[in-house]
Nanobody, 123 residues
Framework: QVQLVESGGGLVQAGGSLRLSCAAS????????MGWFRQAPGKEREFVAA????????DYTDSVKGRFTISVNNAKNTVYLQMNSLKPEDTAVYYC????????????????WGQGTQVTVSS
């Protein structure tokens, strides 16, 4: 099992920044890809960004490309999502997820999920 705990969410003005953290514990060696997803009220959970633990390959959904940066600290078993130039439409609960596979965008490929952290961007 892999346990994931997100933190760093909060309220920020449009144009501001937040850095989300996802601390992984347990059988972290079993995870290949770490991803961030988000879900706004009344909307389906959507892919945001992903990164491979070892290779560092990254993938971003178009709406956040150039604004968000995903990174990992392998020594700390932690993945980060640096969010800059935030927009009101970025408001959502952000979830960290771990996949045993190389796939990045497909939610069902992620076996482990955190509880989420709320990000609210005001205009």
């Amino acid at each position: 099992q892999v346990q994931l705990v997100e933190s760093g969410g909060g309220l920020v003005q449009a144009g501001g920044s937040l850095r989300l953290s996802c601390a992984a514990s347990g059988r972290t060696f079993s995870a290949y890809t770490m991803g961030w997803f988000r879900q706004a009220p009344g909307k389906e959970r959507e892919f945001v960004a992903a990164i491979s633990w070892s290779a560092g390959n990254t993938d971003y959904t178009d709406s956040v490309k150039g604004r968000f940066t995903i990174s990992v600290n392998n020594a700390k078993n932690t993945v980060y999502l640096q969010m800059n130039s935030l927009k009101p439409e970025d408001t959502a609960v952000y979830y960290c997820a771990a996949s045993l596979r190389r796939s990045t965008r497909i939610s069902f490929e992620y076996a482990y999920w955190g509880q989420g952290t709320q990000v609210t961007v005001s205009s």
